[in-house]
């Protein structure tokens, strides 16, 4: 079984290749990833050990460089950095994570206590796979029935309100970090 995923997920990724390397393809062929018979089966999504932790906020630092820190001040970029290496403020944050073979390539932290998503990245090339849909749900197994907030960057509305998320106020800035209060009910 593994075999024939990896093999689906090589076809996958050649299709996706020739697609955005010929954009006059697109719409001839068929991106076969949009299936929902092809993601469940591709990828993991488990808890985060202790020992995993560093990666997890390696990919968010990788991701958040390249899809969010072009739309933030300096500012909003060094406080995210600062986050990052922040005992304090990193304490009490569950993390999940998502995995191609081995390979993490998706993250989400929720601070237990407050149910509040601090974090959720998903890899550039992995993005639009189903990844973050799956990161979330798996998350939502631990936390049945409550209300889940986040604050989401200008560059994830499109997906936190597609996840069922509601503005709950208007984006605002605060050390440099753009971003809409939401929540999940």
């Known amino acids: 079984m593994k ?11 050649r299709k996706r290749k020739q697609i955005n390397e010929q954009p006059e393809l697109r719409g001839i062929i068929a991106d076969p990833i949009q299936s929902d018979e092809f993601r469940k089966d591709l990828f993991l999504v488990r808890p985060l050990e202790n020992a995993e932790k560093g990666k997890a906020l390696q990919l968010a630092w990788k991701v958040f460089c390249e899809f969010e820190s072009p739309d933030y001040a300096p500012e909003g970029t060094e406080e995210f950095k600062k986050c990052l290496n922040d005992d304090a ?95 999940y009910k």
């Open 89 to 183: 403020y990193l304490a009490g944050i569950r993390y999940y994570g998502g995995f191609d073979e081995e390979k993490l390539v998706g993250m989400l932290g929720i601070r237990e206590e407050k149910r509040h998503v601090c974090f959720f990245f998903v890899d550039g090339e992995y993005q639009r796979l189903g990844i973050g849909r799956k990161l979330f749900k798996r998350m939502r197994q631990d936390f049945p029935g409550r209300t889940i907030t986040l604050n989401s960057s200008p560059c994830g509305l499109p997906f936190y309100k597609a996840l069922g998320f509601t503005t709950t106020d208007s984006e605002q800035t605060v050390n440099g970090i753009r971003f809409t209060p939401m929540a």
């Open 3 to 13: 075999h024939q995923v990896q093999h689906k997920l090589l076809s996958i990724r």
